[in-house]
């Protein structure tokens, strides 16, 4: 039935079966060649060219975006710092090491239902603790409402944001710390905020070690 | 809120979709070797390396020697990552010695060095404390176009298989493997790649940044070349990071953009391969009509995971804390984007994640781990989604033939016994390899060793978790799972192996016996290939084949898990 209707459409590949065939036994030599200059072509050409021309393009960001003070490093834009003092706006809890560890990125790896996660360990505070420290240090009434990203671990332990929520009810405590005007904070706070990139992508979110420094630079 | 997450996970769709068509075809042409707007640059050093390495551009292969050249060119790439990682310690170059803290044993260096040539990219070890910057460049780097590249041959050669008649071969992997390089992967990654450090993801050699903060106290931040990683960390559906927080990491996934674009670099090319399989094939319905199942399939995976994970945490009811869970999360990403990335990486044998699935929410882990089961048909790896989709797709067929009682066909290819044969195996592989191993994981004490940090149906979640990531080529993990031990490492490495070259022997096998066969004439018998009909046919079969493997371990797991709290 089927060999008296040949298809309307002959493939392209009847042309393939005349081709030389590729034996097994040549397979070997190209096999060794191919890992050794491919290897070379992807990891070493490839990481040269992207070097010399990336690097001149974006030299700061090509160094880790550092900001510097004289001399000293005391910092990089992206990734975030621990801070204790009143007058500073705190960043979010951290799991990289002993927090904010730069050399030991990572979250908790807590499962939700996980008791030391809510409740804590010896030498864990759980979400629970860190949320009555939170509300005390900013004076902040025991069942005020807080955003949940200032009482979790972000999965880097370096994240450099908090949320613009986050930041308003630390607003207080810091123009208090500092004895400036409320006002002046929260104008601050709003130049800082940055909104979701090319308007769709992300989450608005406030840069805590940009905004410091800029509290320090405040006359 | 809810409605600007929404608008990032349509555009992203959207602009997966509006590209397919072109990449599609552009990738069809790398294909047949025919000309595109690259050759002028590219065609003089193509025939350079074919002369240098010996490659005969003429000749064409059996799907026997294919397999071989597949396998040999792995193990080739295996073994030279396997030497690299051993003796690391003399390269020169940072980091220096006192970061390094976790040694590269034998295991731990074998592991690794198939992790990566099987584009899985499992890692049992943090890269900040473990590797030298060289060994990340020459080593990961290389393995990341590689393997990545060698996928993409493979599916070309699968469907290569299906669009010829009466052939004996299926083409010439050397060839595919360098044009796949030349002309997608190398190009695509030198200009993402730049994208990426303009946005701040670091390009240097040196050494870890002593930091005076402004408080008076000291951090060190680890630095490195993580730039010539992170690009093609996705494009090749690789997806293992530069260092141990992988894409939540501030200098690996800087931005939201950063984090978009990674998306996007992990599933346009896979998506666009439907395009190929349906041009090459002479059936561009076809084609779309599968990439339009793996949109829904995505689809379901997305609404169930958003659901789970912007609800306020349930556990912290009366804590009066407010937000979706951020626990595991970056603000710069928040819900939305982690959401997206756990969904798109978990479906493309990729694994950049930016959020830490050990801290989802049951409901939350179930989409990806399910995704990974399933066998990474949505999208899927580079090259594998192709044979991935299809290969799920003839189950259907097949099926569908039971039901109605004809021999089943697709595109116009008979589906004898003997082909049924290499099907089966292919669909049973999977949930062989991945219950197998867990269950040895959950009896063996070594096993239950690795539970470190959760336990209980989390813990057998996490365990599940890792085999279903080693086995679909994934390598994202529930981190908490300590899987840096001699028992991990060596059924981990099983698990990647059988996934890889196992699935790519069965699918390239197949697509040998298919070129082979004439192609049969569409008659109203046929059961058709690009209606919603055939679409729903092929979504029906991997969720219910899916259920029928995994549904008894996944109620022991994430299901079990979410009922009791």
Redesign the interface.
Known sequence: M?DS?????R?V??V??E??????SA?????????????L????V??L???A???P??PR??????LT?GE??????????????PE?FQS?PSA?GNG???????????????PK??DGAADFPG??QL?EDYRQRNGLAS???????A?????????????PENAALQVPRVARARGMNEDEVWLLVATHTQE???G????P?VSV?EL??AL?GAP | MTSTRWIEYLCFLAIVVALALPVGLYLARVAQRRRTFLDPLLRPIESVLYRLLGVRPQEEMTAGVYIACFLLFGAGCAILLFLLLIFQRALSGGPADGYLTTSMTPDLAANTAVSFTTTTTWQAYAGENTLRYLTQVFGLVAQNFLAGAAGLAAGFAFIRGIARERSATIGNFWVDLIRSLLWVLLPLTLVGSLLLVWQGVPLNMAPYTFVHTIEGGTQIIAQGPVATLEFIKNLGTNGGGFFNANGAHPYANPTPFTNFLGMLAIAVLPASLMITFGYMTHRPRAGWTLLLVMIALFMVGLIVCDWAESQPPPQLAGLHIIGGNMEGKEVRFGVGESVLTAIVTSNTSTGSYNSMHDSFQPLGVLPPLVFMLLGEVVFGGLGAGVYSIVMAALVGVFLGGLMVGRTPEYLGKKIGSSETRWIALYALLTPMVVLVLTGIAVVASAGRAGLVTNTGPHGFTEILFAYASCMANNGQAMAGLNANSVFYNITTMIAMLAGRFGLAALALALAGRFAAQRRLPTTVGTLPSDTPTFGGLVFGTIVLVGALCFFPALALGPIVEFLRH
């Not at chain 1, 072509?41 to 070493?44: A, D, K, N, P, R």
């Not at chain 1, 960001?61 to 550092?66: D, T």
């Not at chain 1, 671990?153 to 908090?162: A, H």
């Not at chain 1, 769709?200 to 989450?203: E, Y």
């Open positions: 089927r209707s040949e298809p309307a459409r493939t590949s009847s393939f079966p081709a030389p065939r590729a034996q097994l397979q070997l030599r190209p096999a060794i060649l191919c890992t050794l200059v491919l290897t072509l992807t990891g070493c490839f990481p060219l992207l070097f021309i990336g690097r393009l974006f960001q090509a160094g880790g975006s550092l003070r000293a490093v005391i910092g990089s834009e992206l990734i975030g710092q621990q801070f204790f003092r500073y979010r990289a904010y560890d730069g050399t030991s990125s990572g979250g908790t790896n807590l499962g939700p239902n996980n996660l809510r979400i629970r949320a069942d005020a409402l807080i955003p949940i990203d009482v979790t671990r972000s999965g880097s332990g370096l994240d450099p944001d908090i949320t979701p990139q090319f769709f992508l992300g989450n979110r070690l410091n420094l320090d």
